[in-house]
């Protein structure tokens, strides 16, 4: 981020979509909207990390330093038709069976579970695959993950409308606004099943949720890194865009 002006104004959080992986600091969008628009900011996006992680991180600064921002804006990277690497909602159901000591369903060797590893093991293993992956990535992503039970989905959900509620609440206590966005994987945008997963965090957020595919839909794959699917610089400056038309909050708010 740009060197924060004292307190910083706004916070935003999320994982390493919103970190910025792949890119140059000046190149995430979070760094693209703060210049541009001239506020003081600071970036606790955290890649790898969940809903419920993402949250106790914020409060780590809120009491550990004394921030104060008027706003917090998160970004949820989600898909509700499949389980995928970095989708927040696995993040978060994995975090809460961790928490009450459950067992993962199929922990033992589950179809899932099964796919992905072995999924993983050719990605290590061969350049034939590394490099159809890097050349088709989107496609194959479109093709080859494994839907989602509707079991898991439930529960994964559940576990979200847990964190965003901590996280509501931690604005009531200090103060803040917040502003939860969604950034849907590229396989979620060229399927269409975007809608789905808006609709379904719709209801478990305790905010209005502020859809990104809008502007990544016409063509996905311009606005993903074929490799690892994270946002190119074009994503991230579209999104940037996106955030600069938005009206900016009143004096009144946060």
């Given amino acids: 981020m740009p060197a924060p002006r004292g307190q910083p104004e706004i916070v935003f959080l999320g994982d390493s979509f919103t970190f910025g992986t792949g890119l140059a600091d000046e190149e995430t969008f979070a760094w693209l909207y703060c210049e541009a628009a001239a506020r003081s900011c600071a970036n606790l996006a955290e890649p790898g990390s969940g809903t419920a992680r993402q949250v106790e991180r914020l409060r780590e600064f809120l009491d550990g330093r004394g921030w104060r921002p008027r706003e917090v804006k998160l970004f949820v990277f989600a898909m509700t038709a499949s389980f995928s690497a970095g989708n927040d909602l696995q993040d978060n159901y994995l ?3 961790a928490r009450s000591a459950q067992p993962s369903p199929g922990a033992g060797g589950g179809w899932l579970e099964r796919v992905l590893a072995l999924r993983g093991w050719l990605e290590r293993r061969s350049n034939l695959v590394r490099l159809a992956k890097y050349h088709w990535g989107p496609l194959l992503r479109s093709a080859l993950v494994p839907a989602l039970d509707d079991a898991r989905r439930s529960e994964a959900l559940e576990r979200t409308r847990e964190a965003l509620g901590g996280l509501a609440q931690l604005g009531r206590s200090y103060g803040f606004a917040l502003s939860l966005y969604l950034i849907n994987p590229v396989q979620d945008v060229r399927r269409g099943t975007h809608r789905d997963t808006q609709d379904a965090l719709s209801a478990v957020s305790p905010v209005a949720l502020r859809p990104t595919a809008q502007v990544l839909q016409h063509d996905p794959a311009r606005y993903y890194f074929p490799l ?11 999104i940037a865009d996106l955030l600069l038309a938005e009206p900016r909050l009143g004096p009144g708010l946060g």
């Fill in 95 to 97: 975090a809460g069976r």
């Fill in 228 to 238: 690892d699917g994270h946002l190119n610089p074009r994503g991230a400056r579209a």
